[in-house]
Each structure stands twice: as C-alpha cells, then as structure tokens.
C-alpha cells in the first residue's frame, strides 16, 4: 500500500506564491517519476511538472520561469513552489508517484485546492 498525502494549498492573490507539498509513505520501492497536475471543471487533468528519477524535469509551457519542482528523496516528498501566480493556475492540484520496476504504476494524492484572486 502507497499513501501520498499533499499540503499547502490555499487562497492566495495574483503574483503570490505557493508551496505544494506531497509525501509518500508505505511500500516504496523504487520511484520512476514524480509529477503535480492540475485540474479544472470540466476538463481533463494535466501535466503542471514532473520529475524523472534521474533529476530531469518536465514542464507545462504555462508554468515555465515561475514554477520549480523539487525532491527529498530521503523524505519520498515532492515540492511544487509556484510564483507569480496568476488566475488561470487556479485549480485542484494532485500530486503523482510513478512507482515499480517491471511493473510500473501511477499513485495520486488526494488533490489539494490552489484558487488564485486577481
């Protein structure tokens, strides 16, 4: 069993910042990949950023310069540290564990909600 558990989201006025917090407790064996993606009303959840077991990292085109996605491998936790927020981030955050080695599965936290006031 996997548990992600998330933080930090909140109400916060345009050009705030944020920190999303996500750490995975239980079996864990090896981590492919860790990730936030951001999902509205209506649509499909998406790839806010993402980090690969070996550091490279993966962003959305909206979130570039003002987004960092960060680890502490000790901790199994991964950060989301958003600046410069602007309305249109605003959506329920969930964070992703890709975990396995042959047999490779996604783990999602529960989804912490960021609303950003212009």
């Known amino acids: 069993q996997v548990q992600l558990v998330e933080s930090g989201g909140g109400l916060v006025q345009a050009g705030g910042s944020l920190r999303l917090s996500c750490a995975a407790s239980?079996?864990?064996?090896?981590?492919?990949?860790m990730g936030w993606y951001r999902q509205t009303p209506g649509n499909q959840r998406e790839l806010v950023a993402a980090?690969?077991?070996?550091?490279?990292?993966n962003y959305a085109d909206s979130v570039k310069g003002r987004f960092a996605i960060s680890r502490d491998n000790a901790k199994n936790t991964v950060y989301l540290q958003m600046n410069s927020l602007k309305p249109e981030d605003t959506g329920v955050y969930y964070c992703?564990?890709?975990?396995?080695?042959?047999?490779?599965?996604?783990?999602w936290g529960q989804g912490t909600q960021v609303t950003v006031s212009s």
């Open positions: 239980g079996s864990i064996f090896r981590v492919n990949s």
């Open positions: 992703n564990f890709n975990l396995g080695w042959g047999v490779k599965r996604d783990y």
């Open positions: 980090m690969a077991s070996g550091g490279n990292t």
